[in-house]
């Protein structure tokens, strides 16, 4: 019995072993990894929240469908205890790049790997593209002790194309670079 159950022990520790996420080689294949496990993934603007019980309802208004089968709104059903001692998770008009995973039978869903999931869009002034707030995602970069992070921001057009492309090899690494200085906001899930 006891030879039965040191198997066992030794067989559900290397399943959960296999199942630690590594850190990502680059921002790029951060991006790759969220849309590889992502049911739904979109650009938009948080339209309205909603408590339905032990439910939050975030109501975004969809500008770019990058992922899965999604309208001009999406509704995200989280479960409440996520936005517990009320933890403002999202406000009405944050632009962001929603990674989502494919909703339960319950009709709930998450952002894949918790707010990292959710990636802020900055328009940046003037006439130049929006970009993507990667602040976060560089964070999961895997790099040598004391190295900086490098660069903020990519452009959105680069992200989208990695995204679309996550099943192939990637081609290029979406070039970084700082966030505007007069754009800079609080990350998405960070208390405001």
């Known amino acids: ?3 039965l159950l040191g198997l ?3 067989f559900s520790v290397g399943a959960l072993a296999q199942q630690v996420a590594k850190p990502d080689a680059s ?6 990894n969220l849309a590889s496990r992502a049911g739904v993934a979109f650009t938009g ?7 339905e019980g032990g439910v939050v309802e975030v109501v975004f208004a969809v500008e770019q469908p990058l992922l899965g089968d999604v309208g001009a709104t999406y509704t995200l059903r989280e479960w409440g ?10 406000a009405v008009g ?5 990674f989502l995973y494919a909703p339960g039978g319950s009709g709930l869903s998450s952002p894949v790997d918790g707010m990292d999931g959710v990636v802020p869009v900055v ?7 929006p970009v993507l707030d990667v602040r976060r995602l560089a964070a999961r970069v895997s790099r040598r002790v004391g190295e900086p992070l490098d660069g903020g921001a990519i452009a959105l057009e680069d992200a989208k194309a990695v995204v679309a492309g ?4 990637l081609v290029a690494e979406p070039v970084r670079r700082a966030l505007p200085e007069d754009e800079v906001r609080l990350p998405v899930g960070v208390a405001r």
């Open 1 to 3: 019995m006891g030879v």
């Open 8 to 10: 066992w022990v030794w």
């Open 27 to 32: 921002v790029g294949e951060a991006l790759r």
């Open 45 to 51: 603007r948080v339209a309205e929240i909603r408590r």
């Open 81 to 90: 205890g996520l936005w517990a001692a009320g933890q403002q998770r999202y």
């Open 94 to 98: 944050d632009r962001v790049a929603v």
């Open 123 to 129: 328009q940046v002034s003037g006439d130049r593209a």
């Open 166 to 169: 996550w099943r192939r090899p």
